[in-house]
């Protein structure tokens, strides 16, 4: 039995869950295989960015059967949150301005950064020409730059 399918075993499960299946399913499966990766060669950061990676996808593909393609019930997505296979928290912050595509809550989070400041998908689009380009030890993706505020005397 996969993860997902774990934490609803024995649950009455809305209907439409059908229709996620076997999204869940495969995105299991990959997170199973980030899991068990090989990490030689990495640094002790990048072996969370597969994982990172399909937690994202698989709440992005829910996130976008329920507000875009109106697929499922607000049953459904509740109860898919509520039993933790749909990461509540990243999905509400989907929804505000700003925030659309935001990797993690871990991009977000002050206490995780070097320098105690948020990562620049927390800020408009105007502050961005201000801010100085790093990567990420937090970003999961290859082509993802995140760029940290910073003030003109901070010096790396």
Known sequence: MSGWRLKIHRKRVPKGLD?????LDAFDEKMKEAVEASHEGLRKNE??????KYHWLRNRHIYEAYYKKKMISRDLYDFLVRNKVADGALIAKWKKPGYEYLCSMLAID?????????????????????????RSPASPKSQCEVYFIFNQSTTI
């Open 110 to 134: 002050k206490s995780a950064s070097n320098f105690g400041t948020t990562s620049i998908c927390r800020y408009h689009s105007k502050i961005k020409k201000n801010a100085r380009k790093i």
């Open 19 to 23: 229709l996620l299946e076997d999204a």
């Open 47 to 52: 072996t969370t960015w597969p994982v990172t």
